[in-house]
């Protein structure tokens, strides 16, 4: 059986360099990696050329490309009967390939593997841990009590695929949870390309959930998604998001945008990309599966971020106050009068509740309360805080199965 080995990169051949050694120290030969160079202004040519290596595979874009495209560039170039995604500042763990291969024995060629991961902060990139960390990442319900690899029920399948459509994130979109059949991908090819939207990992695993015949959800973490400095992750968990967006190049195209224009609502691009990608489902297999998409509650969450944001600049005096006023002012030109009646009145009256919590409370009493209403995932699982240099060190010392039991 063979693997293949997306790996999108850009300028960042310091992390690539790791992502790489991590497939080639598996116990397993039959891969490939795909490099898809995305105009980098580094020598990532000269550096695959140097591995020497006829299973890596090199290829470039002549210009800076949206995300999703290099991430369809790479797959365009790949040849193995599954594939898998990977960021450059991605690992897999010892054993992946072996493990992966088994299953596919063992549940007959499957269309998909969704196994379990670990997230991996570098040091200095998230607030409060200066060292790093390495947690859990799974956690999906059908994650919990798991102690052996299983085929999940397509209707359950397709209920979390629902949830996304609803904007409720019940398990991790990541790609690089995810080992793909081609001969599956190949299904899917009339309705356009494999990755689409701005946020290709959210949309193509939503559909691998509502369209996968067979889905097998292997428990051990085999995968580690890392936050880097200068990547998305590192932007968004840090409050940066449009440098997130530059970094992605990912910005909706206009023709959606107009389209959508009463829709979309000022706040976290995340949200809106998420809502593009969602609307794309819907597009491609909407009347297939009756779906639908919750623009009602994707207005909600934009209102609620943008509001609660100027709710405390105005509390504590913050200096990008008038920053804050304007996306707000903005945002309540765009609402109807429904919505400015309830929501805004609502969110007004819990802003003054907010207000009479001690502020060494405030973040015990309302975190569970925005998780609860699904604005963010639960994450706050035991860390491992000892100090890894960088995720290679994290692939030759962590053991997935310690994680997992």
């Not at 470039?60 to 797959?75: C, E, G, H, K, S």
């Not at 080992?179 to 991908?185: D, S």
């Not at 609502?346 to 973040?363: C, E, N, V």
């Amino acid at each position: 059986m063979k693997f293949s080995v997306l790996l999108p990169t850009r300028n960042r051949l310091d992390l690539l360099t790791y992502a790489i050694e991590t497939v080639r120290r598996q116990d397993y030969d039959d891969w490939e990696i795909v490099v898809s160079d995305n105009a980098s202004e580094q020598d990532i040519a000269g550096f695959i050329r140097s591995l020497n290596d006829p299973r890596i595979k090199y290829v470039r874009t002549q210009a800076f490309i949206p995300v999703t495209d290099n991430w369809n560039n790479a797959l365009m170039n790949s040849s193995g009967d599954y594939i898998i995604m990977l960021g450059d500042d991605d690992c897999l763990l010892k054993g992946f390939f072996r493990t992966m291969d088994s299953l596919i024995e063992e549940f007959q060629n499957p269309d998909s593997i969704y196994t379990n991961a670990l997230l991996y902060a570098y040091p200095g990139v998230m607030q409060g841990y200066p060292g790093g960390f390495l947690q859990p990442y799974g956690y999906a319900w059908f994650f919990r009590n798991a102690e052996t690899p299983f085929l999940l029920d397509r209707t359950k399948a397709q209920e979390l695929a629902r949830d996304a459509m609803h904007f409720k994130m019940s398990y991790t979109f990541n790609m690089q949870h995810s080992v793909v059949k081609r001969a599956f991908i190949d299904r899917l090819s009339d309705k356009g390309q494999f990755f689409q939207s701005p946020y290709p990992d959210f949309y193509a695993t939503n559909v691998i959930l509502l369209k996968a015949d067979t889905l097998v959800v292997n428990p051990v973490p085999m995968v580690v998604v890392g936050i880097s400095p200068k990547s998305f992750g590192y932007y968004y968990f840090n409050d940066q998001e449009k440098k997130g967006v530059d970094f992605l190049n990912n910005l909706p195209d206009q023709k959606t945008t107009r389209r959508m224009e009463h829709i979309i609502l000022p706040g976290l691009a995340d949200k809106t990309s998420w809502l593009i990608s969602m609307e794309m489902i819907k597009i491609n297999y909407g009347s297939e599966f009756l779906l639908t998409v919750d623009y009602n509650r994707y207005r909600y969450l934009q209102m609620l971020y943008v509001y609660g944001r100027f709710a405390r600049a105005l509390e504590n005096k913050d200096p990008k106050l008038a920053q804050y006023r304007r996306e707000f002012d903005e945002l309540a030109s765009k609402l109807t009068v429904w919505e400015k009646m309830v929501y805004l009145n609502i969110l007004r009256i819990a802003a003054l509740g907010t207000r009479l919590i001690p502020i060494s409370l405030r973040g015990r009493l309302i975190n569970p309360i925005l998780v609860r209403i699904g604005r963010t995932p639960q994450l706050d699982l035991p860390k491992d805080v000892r100090s890894y240099k960088n995720i290679l060190e994290v692939f030759e010392q962590i053991d997935p199965h310690r994680f997992f039991r």
